[in-house]
């Protein structure tokens, strides 16, 4: 029985390529859960990464002689592959819910506040953050996830995918960090605009008490 593993040539760059999609993939789960409404782990990614660790850990007990049955010699290559298969899905599966859940929370973050109040402290979401997004969810995403196809990896695409999500997280930070200043700014809106109805309402009543003081005093004239 081995003492010790051996990695090298093909077996090697798989291991790196495995190791380099988890990094990323489990970064993307913690992104993933800080921005779902209700900070939810996607199981498809989860049961993935599982799947990755299952063949992975058939390759350490046949290197390591602990395997019950003899397994020809593609045995560890094969495994190796099946492995990086499921951690490619996992992070194209994370990709995707982060695109899909933050196409909602960009969505929800501005509801409730006026386009005046959008207008005023964020003036880069009509010129560049909404223009930008919709091209993203419409054109790049779409493609993106039209041309997955784990039969035939494509490490670029999937690298484009990461650099459209992060793009993507970018606008979505421009309005969080502006947040607190859009709902200061409403607030200040509508305290003003309840002050000038107030008085608005305070003058009419002058307006229609002094008319009617001068209505009755012209009639007591004119009756006496």
């Not at 350490?60 to 020809?72: E, M, Q």
């Not at 990086?84 to 990709?95: E, K, P, Q, S």
């Not at 490490?155 to 970018?170: C, S």
């Not at 000038?196 to 009617?212: A, P, R, T």
């Amino acid at each position: 029985m081995a003492d010790k593993l051996v990695f090298e040539g093909e077996e090697a760059e798989y291991l790196k390529n495995i190791g380099r999609y988890y990094a990323t993939t489990k970064e993307l789960l913690i992104f993933g859960e800080q921005v779902d409404p209700e900070n939810r782990t996607l199981p498809q990614v989860i049961n993935e990464l599982r799947n990755c660790l299952d063949h992975l850990m058939r390759v350490v007990l046949f290197k390591f002689g602990l395997s019950r049955r003899d397994k020809d010699g593609d045995y560890v290559k094969t495994n190796l592959d099946k492995a990086y298969g499921h951690v490619y899905r996992a992070a194209y599966d994370a990709l995707d819910w982060i695109s899909l859940t933050l196409k909602g929370r960009i969505i929800d973050e501005l509801q409730g506040f006026s386009l005046d109040t959008i207008q005023a402290v964020l003036p880069e979401y009509f010129k560049e953050i909404k223009p930008r997004f919709e091209e993203i969810i419409t054109n790049e995403v779409t493609i993106l996830r039209m041309e997955k196809d784990v039969a035939q990896k494509s490490e670029e695409n999937l690298a484009k995918y990461g650099q459209v999500v992060a793009e993507m997280k970018r606008l979505f930070n421009l309005i969080v960090n502006r947040k607190s200043a859009l709902v200061e700014y409403q607030t200040r809106q509508v305290k003003s605009q309840r002050k000038q109805l107030i008085q608005s309402i305070i003058v009419k009543i002058i307006i229609g008490v002094v008319s009617g003081v001068v209505v009755g005093l012209v009639v007591w004239h004119l009756t006496h």
